[in-house]
């Protein structure tokens, strides 16, 4: 049975989406509470958050329901993933208009489902909240399991690290340029028949941007190979790149060969969230992680030892009037 919010109610629309949210191993206590218990074998627990919103974050005529979903478990994921951790539970609020369908609420359900059960089978949505608003807001809350180990931080590369990236470098930023590009009417606005067309026209060009597949796993396999510092490119390479340098004091120095086709998009371009880890010289990369650089002395960011002005990337207040997907 369809409905909108409004129609429904609060306690008539979770019934509905609990039994499609994926359960978490370290569940002591779910949803249905005032709050969810979970189990920290380790004493300490990892823990981020991060918050989409229409309009500067995603566009409804670009983005399906599930999308979204799986959008927002992705990128918590992939933070999570970034210190060295296994990811364990994720905690969703929203905010959605009273006219939004129930259909369209379960789907945004799926969509986390599917994420977590692809990249990430032990995690799963432990609670939440669920208000109106005139805006859809997706706000969540991811933990994570460091096994024993210490978290891998930003701070600790040292001069003759190499500095390793894996995922992909521009495929978003690429995506999301066709869809301002090519998917949006005379006015500019976003459009929907557009934006399903430039998808089956163009398998894959979009996926990165709308449905983000981060390398989760090899978060866990950097900190055992003796990672450095780490963290998720989400807001482009050159950007991200700079707070590793600035964290640990050195300085970043990449290989223009190893950034693909399009170096420059490869360094300006977000959400890609992929994971760019430094590590001991002669350690044996893990996973997928290819080298892309190495740490040296002095600051910021060098691309084949020139200084690299890191403008670009994604800065929700410089950029806001653009927007991401």
């Known amino acids: 049975m369809d409905g909108t919010l409004g129609e429904l ?31 920290a074998p380790d004493g300490r627990f990892v823990v981020t958050t991060d918050t989409m ?39 969703v609020a929203l905010a959605v208009p009273a006219t939004a369908s129930v259909l369209d609420l379960e789907r945004l359900a ?6 977590c059960e692809a990249l990430a089978p032990a ?19 991811a933990f994570g399991d460091l096994e024993g180990r210490a978290p891998v931080l930003r701070s600790g590369a040292r001069a003759g690290d190499v500095v390793a ?19 949006t009417d005379p006015a500019g606005e976003p459009d929907a028949e557009l934006a399903t067309a430039l998808r089956s026209s163009h398998p894959g060009l ?19 190979a003796g990672a450095t510092a780490m963290l998720d490119v989400s807001d482009g390479l050159g950007l991200d790149a700079r707070r590793i340098a ?35 010289a002669g350690t044996e990369l893990p996973g997928g992680f290819r ?8 600051d910021g960011v060098l691309v084949d030892g020139v200084p690299y002005d890191a403008r670009g990337g994604w800065d929700p207040y410089d950029d806001w009037n653009g927007g991401r997907g």
């Open 9 to 39: 109610g609060e306690t008539a629309v979770l019934a509905r989406i609990f039994p499609r949210l994926p359960a978490s191993s370290a569940q002591l206590v779910g949803p249905g509470d005032d709050a969810a218990v979970l189990a």
């Open 165 to 183: 990236l894996s995922g992909t470098l521009g495929a978003a930023a690429a995506g999301l340029r066709a869809l301002f590009e090519r998917a």
């Open 123 to 141: 995690c799963g949505v432990v609670g939440g909240d669920l208000s109106v608003s005139d805006t859809l807001t997706i706000a969540v809350t």
């Open 53 to 91: 919103i229409h309009g500067p974050d995603f566009r409804l005529a670009w983005s399906s329901f599930e999308d979204l979903g799986w959008k927002a478990a992705a990128t918590n994921l992939s933070d999570v993933a970034a210190m060295g951790a296994v990811p364990t539970a994720l905690v």
């Open 291 to 298: 080298a892309i650089g190495r740490v040296v002395a002095g």
């Open 206 to 224: 979009l996926d990165t941007q709308l449905r983000p597949v981060p390398p989760i796993a090899d978060g866990r396999l950097a900190a055992l």
């Open 246 to 280: 600035s964290a640990s004091r050195a300085a970043i120095d990449l290989d223009p060969s190893a950034l693909g086709a399009d170096p420059a998009l490869a360094l300006s371009g977000g959400e890609d969230h992929g994971l760019l880890a430094t590590f001991p």
């Open 110 to 115: 799926d969509g986390f489902r599917l994420a």
